[in-house]
């Protein structure tokens, strides 16, 4: 059974930082592409950030270029999502998701995943 469990959410002061892991049980994330997603209250899903299986493709979202920085330990089968100088704007709920695709696919459109963890809140505010 595929399960992603993200974590490492919470509150948050602008300018400050949070480290997201996305940990993988039920399969071997090393063959997956993973994204990154994130929805705040009233808005559409957006795209964060992706990572391929093999490392060669990374994608970031407009809003997280520059400040955050997706990472793979495939050893630990788990994605990371680092986040720096966060933005009040940056709230929402931060999924991560699953595509056994290989080579250098990613994606940013969250239909291109089948598989979705649960989600963990991010509040940047002070």
């Known amino acids: 059974q595929v399960q992603l469990v993200e974590s490492g959410g919470g509150l948050v002061q602008p300018g400050g930082s949070l480290r997201l892991s996305c940990a993988a049980s039920g399969f071997t994330l090393a063959y997956y592409a993973i994204g990154w997603f994130r929805q705040a209250p009233g808005k559409e899903r957006e795209g964060v950030s992706c990572?391929?299986?093999?490392?060669?493709?990374?994608y970031y979202g407009d809003s997280a270029k520059g400040r955050f920085t997706i990472t793979r330990d495939n050893a630990k089968n788990t994605v990371y999502l680092q986040m720096n100088s966060l933005k009040p704007e940056d709230t929402g709920v931060y999924y991560c998701?699953?595509?056994?695709?290989?080579?250098?696919?990613?994606?940013?459109?969250?239909?291109?995943?089948?598989?979705w963890g649960q989600g963990t809140q991010v509040t940047v505010s002070s």
């Open positions: 990572i391929s299986s093999s490392d060669g493709t990374i």
């Open positions: 998701a699953a595509e056994l695709v290989g080579n250098s696919w990613c994606s940013l459109r969250g239909n291109d995943f089948d598989s």
